[in-house]
């Protein structure tokens, strides 16, 4: 891998979406819009804090595993990455350099929904601000990774979609937003414990509520980490040059 191949590449990422106002506004202002919509819901009750910080992890991953998935599956349909691939420029180059250039993005948007969240929907944090902006960025990136994995399998937008009940739906539903994973079925609790939107959760929740010392959230965005890594290499792995 080249790094400077992997800048090239995220810089004309950036440029690209620099250029399409209504991704911007998806990426930016979308998440911290759908935070303020579920606090103006709970206005009249003290559920937002207790499932804002699970918001904070939701919105950011699902807008970013959207994004990122269309936009390499795009980038693949219109022959773009075969012309890139043919280039001096590897597969891992490549996958670095979306990972980079929507990193960056994603710590814009999480930023922009912490901020949003604590100051205008009034979520009050017990741990440290720059703790919580840090696993929420490292969340975003999560749903990034994981669109990247999910462009190298899909033929289609269509295709992205679906593998939202594969790859997004049971990390919510297991994830302990609408029922504490302890109150789970054995097995349910086992496999929500070991997704990675699980460890986002647990340590937003608990820099919010100030329930554990920073060591703990240390190691859930430390495992939040690893599958990070986990998907960038798989993507690399079988990201093909153009669908069939």
Do not use: K
């Not at 090239?8 to 911290?32: E, K, M, N």
């Not at 604590?118 to 979520?123: K, S």
């Not at 789970?184 to 100030?210: F, M, R, Y």
Request: proline share 5%; charged share 10%.
């Amino acid at each position: 891998m080249n790094p400077s191949r992997t800048l090239a590449t995220a810089g004309r990422v950036l440029t690209q979406i620099r250029h399409d106002p209504r991704t911007v506004v998806l990426l930016l202002v979308v998440p911290s819009l759908l935070i303020g919509l579920v606090a103006w819901i709970f206005s009249d009750t003290a559920v937002f804090e207790t499932v804002g910080p699970a918001m904070i992890a939701l919105f950011p991953f699902i807008v970013m595993f959207l994004v990122t998935s269309i936009t390499t599956l795009r980038e693949r349909r219109t022959g773009t990455l075969e012309r890139l691939l043919s280039m001096p420029l590897g597969r891992g180059d490549l996958i670095l350099g979306y990972t980079l250039a929507f990193g960056l993005l994603a710590i814009l948007q999480s930023s922009i929904a912490v901020l949003f969240a604590v100051t205008v929907c009034g979520l009050d944090i017990s741990g440290s601000i720059w703790l919580l902006v840090a696993v929420a960025v490292a969340d975003a990136v999560l749903g990034t990774t994981l669109g990247l994995l999910a462009s190298a399998f899909a033929r289609t937008e269509f295709q992205v979609v679906q593998f939202m009940p594969l790859l997004v739906f049971p990390q919510i539903l297991l994830g302990g937003i609408f029922l504490p994973r302890d109150q789970l079925p054995d097995v349910l609790q086992a496999i929500g414990d070991a997704l990675p939107l699980s460890h986002a959760i647990d340590a937003l929740t608990a820099v919010a509520s100030g329930s554990e010392d920073n060591a703990y959230v240390v190691g859930e965005l430390v495992i939040i980490l690893v599958w990070i890594v986990a998907a960038v290499l798989l993507a690399s792995l079988t990201l093909r040059r153009r669908t069939p």
